[in-house]
């Protein structure tokens, strides 16, 4: 199971740190990735870090403004997002699975998924 927190209300430039905790897996095998669904959108791929840690992809629209990074130690994942605009209000959840590179940005390369935190950007 992965459980996400963190998330809450934040005004524009301001930050806030995802973080999604991961229980009855082994952490330590799964590729993991935060994804985002805002109202009346498609789920939408923020970034991916690969099992080592030392492999991360990030979505353009927070490439420079969010980093994704885990803990292999207390199998958590986590997703450091600065400069937040409105437009990056949304639920974001986290992932886990076993994509090959080339597809580690689409939603079907994840097995597990958390139940989503709510993060809001407005002033």
């Known amino acids: 199971q992965l459980q996400a927190s963190g998330g809450g209300l934040v005004q524009p430039g301001g930050s806030l740190r995802l973080s999604c905790s991961a229980s009855?897996?082994?952490?330590?095998?799964?590729?993991m990735a935060w994804f985002r669904q805002a109202p009346g959108k498609e789920r939408e791929f923020v970034a991916v870090i690969r099992v080592s840690g030392g492999t991360t992809y990030y979505g353009d629209a927070v490439k420079g403004r969010f980093t994704i990074s885990r803990d292999n130690g207390k199998n958590t994942l986590y997703l450091q997002m600065n400069s937040l605009k409105p437009e990056d209000t949304a639920v974001y959840y986290c992932?886990?699975?076993?994509?090959?590179?080339?597809?580690?940005?689409?939603?079907?390369?994840?097995?597990?998924w958390g139940q989503g935190t709510q993060v809001t950007v407005s002033s």
């Open positions: 009855g897996l082994t952490f330590t095998r799964y590729t």
């Open positions: 992932a886990a699975g076993t994509p090959i590179l080339s597809s580690s940005r689409l939603e079907a390369g994840y097995r597990f």
